[in-house]
């Protein structure tokens, strides 16, 4: 077009209602997972399993679809995206075991990866590049008040509803989402896209796929045969891809863009900042449930603060970035991220709600901050030609970093409350019944309510009192953990990001390279 697309910003907002839906999907699950698991008669490991099977096809699949959407169409892989999350949706609402949730969370996974890198390739194809920094703070704004506003709706739909009813509501959002589409979002594709790479694209399926899934295993089920195969097939495919990558002409990935301290520091830093976010939303949500005992509603309301702050975040990035460059601002987010970890060591048995205020809102401006300015310079490094993969990597770098703050610091967060349960009261319980009690608060919850029913209420309230300390400690402990990793990751981040008179001087260069492209197209 010669001009700007003349209703871009309402096309903005379908693919930030797109996105929505898709980070709800796992944060609402976490306030749902109780009621499913006492309907369904969940195990741990199958609650685990109905979490991460969303996971996998979605980090596994985005690269090679994003690819796929570049050629053919990116509004294209939007809608379809939408229309498998929803059946998805549907089909999770209606099956009644844990093999059928599992399943149905998997095929949303499988929208999601269609969905996630065609939000932002859209986003880059539509908006001018003047206006695209702006829209990315939209877009980022968008995933932090997803992150806030799914305990909300899934605790409000909890109060009256059962579980299926969080995955209900994700049908009538993406239907409007595909109408909006259609009306609202123009056609995209590359004007000048070769053969797909698909030798690659498979590849990054099998090697990502089997890193999430070994990420997911280890930690929680321990590191047998299923975790180590998971592992040599991850670390045999990602070898397996470079080098094939590094020999393809037309590759679904240049790998040589690691190279560069900007690119491979945006993405470090997308990793680091939701592993820090995914595996404190994790143990937080928890702690407001079983811990300070509020309903699945009283959670979300909760957790706002969180999504008010990204918004602040935001906008002072908008303000900032241009000023004073990005390293100072994703520095100072990925800085006050480690602050909002700190707080949470302070956290105790006798803590209210107000010791958390503070931590949601320092980590919701860290969020703003933080991952604007790197998703702009991630999608800056890629042609026209490639803004799905531009996507799809950003994305990537977001779910592997969700991914292993779950598995990491909730290993942490497992083993530190084992630890301090069985120090508390050892002993006093016969070995079975500790052994169930230290499976997971809500289990030592249950425990303690049957003590009761055998033993009086007196030891049953003992025991609570333990179950809450040894989960208390165990958050202060994890969040210890969370705040030295973000914290060494903030100074490498620091290191890698360059300054900027050097990223000016790398754009000029860049524009030089792309503009025979440009007029070509």
């Not at 059962?162 to 009538?172: E, K, Q, Y």
């Not at 959002?173 to 698909?198: E, M, N, Q, T, W």
């Not at 070994?214 to 590191?223: D, E, L, R, T, V």
């Not at 699945?296 to 918004?311: I, K």
Request: charged share 10%; glycine share 12%.
């Amino acid at each position: 077009m010669e001009r700007p697309y003349a209703r871009r910003w309402w096309a903005l907002g379908v693919l930030c209602l797109s996105l929505l839906i898709i980070v709800m999907a796992n944060t609402a699950l976490t306030v749902a997972a109780p009621d499913m698991t006492k309907d369904l008669g969940l195990t741990s490991s199958d609650l685990q399993w109905v979490i991460d099977g969303y996971t996998v096809p979605y980090a596994a699949l985005m690269l090679l679809l994003g690819a796929i959407g570049d050629k053919y169409s990116r509004r294209g892989a939007l809608v379809l995206g939408l229309v498998v999350f929803g059946g998805g949706a549907v089909a999770g609402s209606l099956v009644g075991s844990s093999a059928g949730v599992i399943t149905a969370r998997a095929v949303m996974g499988v929208g999601a990866a269609m969905i996630m890198p065609a939000t932002l390739s859209l986003l880059a194809a539509t908006f001018p590049r003047a206006e695209r920094a702006k829209a990315i703070v939209l877009w980022t704004a968008t995933a932090g008040l997803a992150i806030a506003a799914g305990p909300l709706v899934a605790g409000a739909l909890l109060e009256n509803h059962g579980w299926a009813s969080t995955f209900l509501i994700n049908v009538p959002i993406a239907a409007l989402a595909i109408i909006g589409a259609f009306v609202l979002v123009p056609p995209s594709k590359a004007h000048h896209h070769g053969r797909i790479d698909y030798v690659g694209g498979l590849l990054s399926v099998v090697w990502i796929g089997a890193l999430v899934y070994m990420i997911i295993q280890g930690p929680h089920f321990g590191w047998d045969a299923k975790a180590l195969g998971a592992a040599a097939v991850a670390a045999v495919g990602l070898v397996a891809f470079v080098v094939w990558e590094l020999r393809c002409p037309r590759p679904v990935l240049d790998v040589r863009r690691y190279l560069d301290r900007g690119f491979a520091g945006s993405n470090l830093a997308v990793a680091l900042f939701f592993l820090a976010v995914f595996g404190a939303f994790y143990y937080l949500t928890q702690h407001l449930q079983f811990v300070l005992g509020y309903t699945p509603l009283e959670t979300g309301v909760r957790m706002l603060p969180l999504a008010g702050a990204v918004f602040v975040g935001s906008a002072l990035t908008g303000l900032l970035t241009p000023r004073l460059g990005m390293k100072v601002t994703v520095t100072a987010g990925m800085v006050a991220g480690t602050v909002a970890l700190a707080l949470l060591t302070q956290v105790d048995a006798s803590s209210t709600y107000s010791v958390f205020v503070a931590p949601l809102v320092i980590l919701g401006l860290a969020i703003g901050l933080a991952l604007s300015p790197c998703t702009d310079a991630i999608m800056g490094a890629f042609p026209e030609s490639e803004l799905g993969v531009g996507g799809a990597v950003n994305d990537t770098s977001l779910e592997l970093g969700g991914s292993l703050g779950i598995a990491i610091l909730g290993s942490v967060l497992a083993g530190s409350y084992s630890s301090h349960l069985a120090d508390a009261v050892g002993g006093k319980l016969p070995a079975d019944a500790l052994s169930a009690a230290q499976d997971s608060v809500g289990a030592g919850l249950v425990v303690a309510q049957k003590v009761g029913a055998q033993a009086g209420p007196q030891q049953a309230q003992a025991l609570v009192r333990a179950v809450d300390s040894a989960f208390s400690d165990a958050v202060a402990h994890t969040s210890l953990i969370g705040a030295v990793i973000l914290g060494a990751g903030t100074v490498l981040v620091a290191v890698l990001l360059p300054g900027r008179r050097r990223r000016a001087a790398a754009k000029a260069e860049s524009a030089e390279v792309k503009t025979p492209v440009s007029q070509a197209g």
